[in-house]
């Protein structure tokens, strides 16, 4: 039950794009399309940004976007703003048990 | 609206237990999977335990195997994690969650903290 491997950090000016990657196995994000991905601001409780690889929730900006290759699933961000500025986890069903990514902290410049 | 309500966190010895309770609404309880996550200070979230929505499949992150029970009551709308042996490590924030297409629904938390 290994965490999925995020980048530590990653930043971006106001209108850029930014990836965030997370890297698996086979046993989890390879082997499922049920990878899911979060935005946590500081004290408060994170709130799902995509589902499914690829799928955004209701009231999520189409800015948010997921795709996957292999073992390895992304995160991209466009049109950045500053109420971006979180802390990012991935997410993925692995079978018998669900194991997150140890995430990243997006900076907005 | 979807709520989830958190409660039961303290502070505790170590190996010593602990209830939470998840009180749900706004939708039906009994159609949905739930699960535990929790946040060690300053650190990432961690996935703890699930249960389906009749309560018949749970299942447990390695750490807290033998140690945590997640269990429900439909009748009361209510998510339940008793712990058991707690250990320092175990000091964290604890969410509920809902399965709906990825974690959908999350409680404001409730905190536990292990120490002497």
């Known amino acids: 039950q290994s965490a999925l491997t995020q980048p530590r950090s990653v930043s971006g000016s106001p209108g850029q794009s930014v990836a965030i990657s997370c890297t698996g196995t086979s046993s989890d994000v390879g082997g499922y399309n049920y990878v899911s991905w979060y935005r946590q601001h500081p004290g408060k409780a994170p709130k799902l940004m995509i589902y499914d690889v690829n799928k955004r929730p209701s009231g999520v900006p189409d800015r948010f976007s997921g795709s996957k290759s292999g073992n390895t699933a992304s995160l991209t961000i466009s049109g950045l703003q500053a109420e971006d500025e979180a802390d990012y986890y991935c997410c993925s069903y692995a079978g018998t048990y669900t194991v997150f990514g140890g995430g990243t902290k997006l900076t907005v410049l | 609206e979807v709520q989830l309500v958190e409660s039961g966190g303290g502070l505790v010895q170590p190996g010593g237990s602990l209830r939470l309770s998840c009180a749900a609404s706004?939708?039906?309880?009994?159609?949905?999977?739930m699960h535990w996550v929790r946040q060690g200070p300053g650190k990432g979230l961690v996935w703890v335990s699930r249960i389906s929505g009749d309560g018949s499949d749970t299942g447990y992150a390695d750490s807290v195997k033998g140690r945590f029970t997640i269990s429900r009551d439909n009748a009361k709308n209510t998510l339940y994690l008793q712990m058991r042996s707690l250990r320092a490590e175990d000091t964290a924030v604890y969410y509920c969650?809902?399965?709906?297409?990825?974690?959908?629904?999350w409680g404001q938390g409730t905190l536990v903290t292990v120490s002497s």
């Open positions: 969650t809902r399965t709906g297409g990825g974690f959908d629904y």
């Open positions: 706004g939708f039906t309880f009994s159609s949905h999977r």
